[in-house]
């Protein structure tokens, strides 16, 4: 099962309490195939609480343990859609950092050499479109480190839209940062079928409208 998922929702449970949804898919699942006992939802992968978009949820155990595998050998292609105020100094490139997680703050830095305890991040972007304040940039995902995009494009100066962790000047209305898992690409672990699923934001933003309405 994929969700788009919106950025006020949380994955799994954590401190706040509230309802994760893992949890609501599962109430849901309950009711439309009346099921009288325990409903599965396995977690496969996670999206920060102000990001949203796509994330794939394992309504089986195999297809968790499938989905798990695909993930470790990296057949799972992630494309990300992120709105920045400062043009990047490359129409495209590759950025390879090294990512440090400091856990008091639950920040991570991207380093331009290896550090000690880092991990190599690497992504691909590309600006695909600009409006008169922001630009928009794709983004493939090559690694999954903790607040990889995040970092990595306030390393070269490139702060995404309401991002105040990392750098962006002002928050959002609502908490939420321009961050969006766009596409996911990947062959299904039980069917065998190549699958590519695409989602916008659900939202009345009119920054993420604004780019929504370009053939992309």
């Given at each position: 099962m994929i969700i788009n998922k919106m950025p006020s929702e949380i994955v799994q449970g954590d401190k706040t309490g509230d309802m994760p949804l893992s949890e609501k898919i599962k109430n849901f699942i309950k009711v439309r195939d009346n099921k009288p006992g325990n409903v599965f939802c396995g977690v496969i992968h996670r999206l920060d609480r102000p990001v949203s978009g796509l994330i794939i949820f394992a309504?089986?155990?195999?297809?968790?343990?499938?989905?798990?595998?695909?993930?470790?050998?990296?057949t799972i292609k992630k494309t990300y859609l992120a709105v920045i105020k400062n043009k990047p100094p490359k129409?495209?490139?590759k950025l390879i950092h090294f990512i440090t997680k400091n856990e008091k703050t639950n920040m991570s830095k991207a380093h331009?050499?290896?550090?000690?305890?880092?991990l190599r991040a690497e992504l691909d972007y590309e600006l695909i479109a600009s409006s008169d304040n922001?630009?928009?940039?794709?983004?493939?995902?090559?690694?999954?480190?903790?607040?990889?995009?995040?970092?990595?494009?306030a390393a070269i100066g490139c702060p995404i839209k309401g991002d105040l962790?990392?750098?962006?000047?002002?928050?959002?209305?609502?908490?939420?940062?321009?961050?969006?898992?766009?596409?996911?690409?990947?062959?299904?672990?039980?069917?065998?079928?190549?699958?590519?699923i695409k989602a916008f934001p659900v939202t009345n933003d009119s920054v993420w409208n604004y780019f929504s309405k370009m053939n992309l």
């Open positions: 309504k089986t155990s195999k297809a968790l343990s499938r989905f798990n595998e695909l993930f470790r050998e990296k129409i495209s490139d331009i050499k290896a550090v000690p305890d880092a922001y630009h928009l940039l794709k983004i493939d995902l090559h690694t999954g480190r903790h607040h990889q995009i995040r970092a990595q494009l962790k990392y750098g962006f000047a002002r928050t959002n209305d609502g908490g939420f940062i321009h961050l969006h898992s766009y596409q996911i690409n990947f062959v299904h672990p039980i069917k065998d079928e190549p699958l590519s």
